[in-house]
Structures are given as C-alpha cells and as structure tokens.
Nanobody, 121 residues
Framework: QVQLVESGGGLVQPGGSLRLSCAAA????????MGWYRQAPGKQRDLVAM???????NYADSVKGRFTISRDNAKNTVYLQMNSLKPEDTAVYYC???????????????WGQGTLVTVSS
C-alpha cells in the first residue's frame, strides 16, 4: 500500500557526482522526516543525512560539505546530491521515511529497496 522508490545509483569515478532520489508512493497520512542511510559490505547501516518536513537537515561528519539533502514535500520526495565522491562512499544507499499511514495510527518507519553507489577508478 505504501513504499519508497529509489533511483540514481551507479558507478562513478572518484571526484564525481551522483544524485539519488526517493519518492514515497501510496497512501500516507503524513511524513515527519526522510533521510538516507548507507551500508558497506560487512558494516552496519549508518545515517548519511536526514531532513525534517520543516527543512532541518543533519549530516554524518564524513559527508558534510560534500553531500546535500533536500526534499519536495508536495511530491513526497527526498534527494541526495553527492559531490566529490570518494571510494569510501561506496555502499548500498537506503532511503528511509518516518511516516504516519493513518490519522489514528502511530509513527512507523519505511525503508526503500536500496540503490548501489560504487566509487571507483
């Protein structure tokens, strides 16, 4: 009934750029925040960036100054502009949304399917 649809991953050389997109599709009452996590092989899933519906953004220290998160509330979409990419940015990137499906329901978390970003020469 509701899902997150991600796109934009791929192979890029060090120093290059990619733009990830994530759109929430289906019946959603409200979205409190959307963000991006990433998981490299053998490692835990870590927060990359998050933005609230009112525009407050937070970034992991490792991506500050290089990545920019933005959102289009009307489209229920969040973006991650990734510049100056490094090999250590290689990971599967997952979109996450904190949502309420119905007015009476509580908050819940939704995850996208993940999109692979590979930074290599």
């Amino acid at each position: 009934q509701v899902q997150l649809v991600e796109s934009g991953g791929g192979l890029v050389q060090p120093g290059g750029s990619l733009r990830l997109s994530c759109a929430a599709a289906g019946s959603i009452f409200s979205i409190n925040a959307m963000g991006w996590y990433r998981q490299a092989p053998g490692k835990q899933r870590d927060l990359v960036a998050m933005v609230t519906v009112n525009g407050i953004a937070n970034y992991a220290d490792s991506v500050k100054g290089r990545f920019t998160i933005s959102r289009d509330n009307a489209k229920n979409t969040v973006y991650l502009q990734m510049n100056s990419l490094k090999p250590e940015d290689t990971a599967v990137y997952y979109c996450k949304a904190w949502v309420r499906v119905t007015a009476a329901g509580g908050n819940r978390e939704l995850w996208g399917q993940g999109t692979l970003v590979t930074v290599s020469s």
